[in-house]
T-cell receptor, first 114, second 110 residues
Framework: NAGVTQTPKFQVLKTGQSMTLQCAQD?????MYWYRQDPGMGLRLIYY???????DKGEVPNGYNVSRLNKREFSLRLESAAPSQTSVYFC?????????????FGDGTRLSIL | KQEVTQIPAALSVPEGENLVLNCSFT??????LQWFRQDPGKGLTSLLL?????REQTSGRLNASLDKSSGRSTLYIAASQPGDSATYLC?????????FGQGTRLTINP
């Protein structure tokens, strides 16, 4: 009953370091999403992948890259971390990108950039 | 650009009361609206999903309504319990993908 699994759960980085946040879903969903959640800003879409082999920018893509490795996995990479990227990052998936489908979320990765 | 607003930001009520959480959105061109629950330090759990052509959805003690023309949705919680304490978020799905409100932090006092 895993659903959407994110690793790591917590991470502290220094400014300029790079890292990749991992996300995997076991629900055979076609679409996957990366959000960040900040106090006072709510959840904002960073990147999404409507189907395997495609990725598109969301509302706040600057400073991030993504890879849809296969149908199950969607990773988010910070090439050169900045303090403004301190946030809680959520991965989500849905059966497809359109129509009456719910998005299912992981438990998040809490990332601090010093 | 779609904007989603949830009022109030926080609500505290005694156990057993019925309550209503509000969500409003600026662009009525939506595919659906979803209500989520978020517990502290956790991810989002989907509660109810309403298609744009529907007026309401029910799940147990929860009832969500949608008035697309006026840009409003409500989440009704009947006979509230301390376990209902959490942050409730609404999100609308449109061309801009899923746009979230900032949530209502609900506290149910025993």
């Amino acid at each position: 009953n895993a659903g959407v699994t994110q690793t790591p759960k917590f991470q502290v980085l220094k400014t300029g370091q790079s890292m990749t946040l991992q996300c995997a879903q076991d629900m055979n969903h076609n679409s996957m999403y990366w959000y960040r959640q900040d106090p006072g800003m709510g959840l904002r879409l960073i990147y999404y992948s409507a189907s395997e082999g495609t990725t598109d920018k969301g509302e706040v893509p600057n400073g991030y890259n993504v890879s849809r490795l296969n149908k199950r996995e969607f990773s988010l990479r910070l090439e050169s971390a900045a303090p403004s990227q301190t946030s809680v990052y959520f991965c989500a998936s849905s059966l497809r990108d359109r129509g009456l489908v719910a998005q299912h979320f992981g438990d998040g990765t809490r990332l601090s950039i010093l | 650009k779609q904007e989603v607003t949830q009022i109030p930001a926080a609500l505290s009520v005694p156990e057993g009361e019925n309550l209503v959480l509000n969500c409003s959105f600026t662009d009525s061109a939506i595919y659906n609206l979803q209500w989520f629950r978020q517990d502290p330090g956790k991810g989002l759990t989907s509660l109810l999903l309403i298609q744009s052509s529907q007026r309401e959805q029910t799940s147990g003690r929860l009832n969500a309504s949608l008035d697309k023309s006026s840009g409003r949705s409500t989440l009704y919680i009947a006979a509230s319990q301390p376990g209902d304490s959490a942050t409730y978020l609404c999100a609308v799905k449109g061309a801009q993908k899923l746009v979230f409100g900032q949530g209502t932090r609900l506290t149910i006092n025993p």
